[in-house]
Every structure is written in C-alpha cells, then in structure tokens.
C-alpha cells in the first residue's frame, strides 16, 4: 500500500516555473514506476510525464517535453515535476500516480493515487 501527497502547485504567470513534489509513505517506494499526470476542467485526464524505479528512464508527453522534468530522490520517497516556460494550457489539477512495474502512459494502468495539487498559469 502506498500513499502519496502532492505538494507545489498553486498561481504562476506564463513563463514562470513551479515544482512540484509528491510523497510517498511506504517503505517500497522504490519499487514502483511513477507517473504525473494532469486534468483541465471539462477534460479527459492526461499523460504528463513518468519515471522508472531506478530514476534513470522518463517519458513525457509531448506537449511538456523539453519544458518539464521528472525526477526522484528513492531515499526520501518523493518524487518531483520541474516544470519550466509555463503556458496558460498546463493550467489543471495535477496527480501523481504509482504502479507495480514498468511505465505507462495510461491512468488506468496506475495502481494509487495522489488527491492532487492545483496549478494554474496566467497569460
């Protein structure tokens, strides 16, 4: 069982840069692939960004790709979003999200979920 708690969000004008991080209680988090993921309103949730046990392979969707960043830090179970040259579309509630193995690009393939943080970017 794993919990996870995000944290960063919050209102930034376009261009600017936030951080997110997300918690994770448990002792095996270093076991689970994690991912980050964001939904507007009126929106299907969407694939952002996800990140292997070993933190050495992320995927990213296109549209944040070159702009954020995925890392984690395995001895302080958290993992983060970096998220650079924000525009008004990446404004959503983003979720971090961890799964048994492997990667995906899917929300239903994750197995726990965040409650989410809120980012909002103003033009």
């Known amino acids: 069982q794993v919990q996870l708690v995000e944290s960063g969000g919050g209102l930034v004008q376009a261009g600017g840069s936030l951080r997110l991080s997300c918690a994770a209680s448990?002792?095996?988090?270093?076991?689970?692939?994690m991912g980050w993921f964001r939904q507007a309103p009126g929106k299907e949730r969407e694939f952002v960004a996800a990140i292997l046990r070993s933190g050495r392979n992320t995927k990213y969707s296109d549209s944040v790709k070159g702009r954020f960043t995925i890392s984690r830090d395995n001895p302080k179970n958290t993992v983060y979003l970096q998220m650079n040259s924000l525009k008004p579309e990446d404004t959503a509630i983003y979720y971090c999200?961890?799964?048994?193995?492997?990667?995906?690009?899917?929300?239903?393939?994750?197995?726990?979920w965040g409650q989410g943080t809120q980012v909002t970017v103003s033009s």
């Open positions: 448990g002792r095996t988090f270093s076991t689970y692939a």
């Open positions: 999200a961890a799964r048994y193995s492997g990667w995906s690009d899917l929300s239903r393939d994750y197995n726990y």
